[in-house]
Nanobody
């Protein structure tokens, strides 16, 4: 069982940066690949980035490649999403999730555990 709590969201101007954190409870956190998703009102949940259990591999959606970076610190049971050059279109509720052990990183249905989300609002 893994419980996830996101933080770090807020209101930022276009062009600004935010770093989201996802704190996990449970001794098995370090065995899970982790992912970040977002969902804007009226839209489907969108994959952003994923990272392997060791942190040695990362995957990013084309829409955020070069602007968003995922990382993790297993000693702190935390995964991060650094977001730079933010745009109004990045406004959404951002979620972290723990990927099932045979799951596909880009598919939300393959994730076993989800946080409640943190709101990011980018003003123009």
């Amino acid at each position: 069982q893994v419980q996830l709590v996101e933080s770090g969201g807020g209101l930022v101007q276009a062009g600004g940066s935010l770093r989201l954190s996802c704190a996990a409870s449970g001794r098995t956190f370090s065995t899970y690949a982790m992912g970040w998703f977002r969902q804007a009102p009226g839209k489907e949940r969108e994959f952003l980035a994923a990272i392997t259990w060791s942190g040695g591999g990362t995957y990013s959606a084309d829409s955020v490649k070069g602007r968003f970076t995922i990382s993790r610190d297993n000693a702190k049971n935390t995964v991060y999403l650094q977001m730079n050059s933010l745009k109004p279109d990045d406004t959404a509720l951002y979620y972290c999730a723990a990927l099932g052990h045979s799951g596909r990183p880009g598919y939300p249905e393959d994730y076993d555990y989800w946080g409640q989300g943190t709101q990011v609002t980018v003003s123009s």
